[in-house]
T-cell receptor
């Protein structure tokens, strides 16, 4: 399945953070979501074949990478208090799945910004 | 502007009865719909999906119905079991018209199944 690390993280405002994700075997597309308390997950961006393939309404200080083994990183610079949330990674077949691309989620990383 | 709406925040059902979870959407470009189940401290788990070319999809105790004209879908769980107690998210994507398969989620419904 999809794995994420670390499980929990505490940072202070202004710091930088890197979150990691390993895709499900055979999946070449990774998507990142932010879930605030009481809300549904919000799309941050998607990576396919190491290129960003769509971005949600998040500022440039949210950036990502996808590696040759299809694992991925989410980097957030200049952390703000509102960045405190559960960060979810999802992997899928992407364009290879055609019209029914189903995303499978990891357990998430809980980020707290103080 | 919420494009996927789950208007009821919670639902309580007796074990063995049917649970019906509703979801409405506003974006007519959505063509693939999914339901996820989420326990506390875990990521969402995929349950069932439906393409816009269908109006029903069934998998064991779970059935999803899609009414495109009303922009409404529902998840039926029969019979409901205490282990079904969780938060259920409705999600949608516009795969055919979009560049990617990004998901737009509702806020979720908390289902409680009473023994």
């Amino acid at each position: 399945g999809v794995t994420q690390s670390p499980t929990h993280l505490i940072k202070t405002r202004g710091q930088q953070v890197t979150l990691r994700c390993s895709s499900q075997s055979g999946h070449n597309t990774v998507s990142w979501y932010q879930q605030a308390l009481g809300q549904g997950p919000q799309f941050i961006f998607q990576y396919y074949r190491k290129e960003e393939n769509g971005r949600g309404n998040f500022p440039p200080r949210f950036s990502g990478l996808q590696f040759p083994n299809d694992s991925s990183e989410l980097n957030v610079n200049a952390l703000e208090l509102d960045d405190s949330a559960l960060y979810l990674c999802a992997s899928s077949l992407g364009p290879l799945a055609g019209d029914t691309d189903t995303q499978y989620f990891g357990p998430g990383t809980r980020l707290t910004v103080l | 502007d919420q494009q996927v709406k789950q208007n009821s925040p919670s639902l309580s059902v007796q074990e063995g009865r049917i649970s019906i979870l509703n979801c409405d959407y506003t974006n007519s470009m959505f063509d693939y719909f999914l339901w996820y189940k989420k326990y506390p401290a875990e990521g969402p788990t995929f349950l069932i999906s439906i393409s816009s070319i269908k109006d029903k999809n069934e998998d064991g105790r779970f059935t999803v119905f899609l009414n495109k004209s009303a922009k409404h879908l529902s998840l039926h769980i029969v019979p409901s079991q205490p282990g079904d107690s969780a938060v259920y998210f409705c999600a949608a994507s516009a795969i055919r018209s979009g560049a990617n398969s990004k998901l737009t989620f509702g806020k979720g419904i908390t289902l409680s199944v009473r023994p």
